[in-house]
């Protein structure tokens, strides 16, 4: 019996040791370890998005400059040229003579006035390679050029002074869209000629001698476009710009309704073609055709 119990024990270990050998590869004595499971957040970054080789056009085009999208020949030129600077019973070239020109606001005048008159007279340099205006107007002193801002009440007394037509020089009345008195031109008379003459420029010995070859009245309740137009507009007048046309609406010249800020880009064409050396103060209209036509020739 105890015999039986020893091998039986014997047995039992026998066993135990092949079990071990056979369910673990690990040494003795070694812990196998737990596998752990490691969650990493990773926070990606977009790619930048390439350009395409090719660009699509916006799809709104920018706005086009007059100088990039009209270009006039010289005929329309030339036409234009003759169309604005003859009128108003004025049949000859009435050029500035002088080679600075000085212009005076007084009256109701604003500082936007002011502003708008010194842009144009720069711009007006730029285009003329003999007179040049002033950088900027003058403020109540007596220039070449007056420009008087004044209510539309004061404007309709100016008006009716029919004295001024017959005996002190020329008057143009010019009228808004609604029919009020937006300016009036009034021109001084030269009186040394024989005879009264209304020339508002080229009569130099005594209207520009005396200083004085115009005034422009402006209403000065104007506001807006419409202000500005009649002032620039009464400048070019005494700049020697005294006819209009009706071919081109958007002109500052167009003798239709017209509340055009500025010169459009014929009109500055004209504008340096009468303050070239070409051109020249006292020219009738045939001389002035026979002109243009060498200078197209020639062109």
Partial sequence: MRENIIWMGMLLLILSIVSAGCTSSTPSGTLSPTPQIIY????????????PETSTLPT????????ESLIYTSDQINKHFVDIVFGNDISTINKYPNTLVKDDVTGDFTASDINLLSIFQQQFNEYSSTTQLSNAPIENEQGSIIIDFLPESSLQNLAMDTSYTSTLGKQI???DSSGNIASIYRTAISQSSPSPSYTPLSAQTSVIGNGVIGTIYVNSDMTGDER???IIRGLLYYLGFVGQTGTYPDSIFYSGQNNTTTP??????AIS??????ITSGMNLTQVENTLLILNTNS
């Fill in 40 to 51: 990493v957040t990773v926070t990606s970054t977009p790619a930048p998005s390439l350009a």
């Fill in 60 to 67: 709104t085009l920018p706005a086009t400059t007059p100088t």
């Fill in 173 to 175: 009345i010019n009228k």
């Fill in 228 to 230: 500005t137009h009649f």
């Fill in 264 to 269: 459009d880009l014929i009109d500055w064409d």
């Fill in 273 to 278: 073609l009468m303050y070239g050396n070409t």
